[in-house]
């Protein structure tokens, strides 16, 4: 089972950037597909980004496309979350999962992260 933990997280002003990353354990990274997610005080775990294996195929949730992207760098275990024009509404803990098999519309994952406290101010 490969373990994961996000780091990165911290205070920002809206419109500023932040790149997250999750660094994962074991030799098998390069073959999980990866996501992040994210969850508001008092509001369900959101989808927000997914990447497959080599990095070719990558599905964001509307609410973010255009202003996050999704990489990962299989030679180091990691997968990144570059959030740029950050807006309020992004305050959240994020954390980042693994699965084995790619499947944008799925959000069963098999490992999660502990996740990391990102939040905007206005």
């Known amino acids: 089972q490969v373990q994961l933990v996000e780091s990165g997280g911290g205070l920002v002003q809206a419109g500023g950037s932040l790149r997250l990353s999750c660094a994962a354990s074991?030799?098998?990274?390069?073959?999980?597909?990866m996501g992040w997610f994210r969850q508001a005080p008092g509001q369900q775990r959101e989808f927000v980004a997914t990447?497959?294996?080599?990095?070719?195929?990558?599905v964001y949730s509307d609410s973010v496309k255009g202003r996050f992207t999704i990489s990962r760098d299989n030679a180091k275990s990691t997968v990144y979350l570059q959030m740029n024009n950050l807006k309020p509404e992004d305050t959240a803990v994020y954390y980042c999962?693994?699965?084995?098999?790619?499947?944008?519309?799925?959000?069963?994952?098999?490992?999660w992260g502990q996740g990391t406290q990102v939040t905007v101010s206005s």
């Open positions: 999962a693994a699965r084995r098999i790619y499947a944008p519309t799925s959000r069963v994952y098999d490992a």
């Open positions: 990447i497959n294996r080599d990095g070719g195929s990558t």
């Open positions: 074991g030799r098998t990274f390069s073959s999980y597909a």
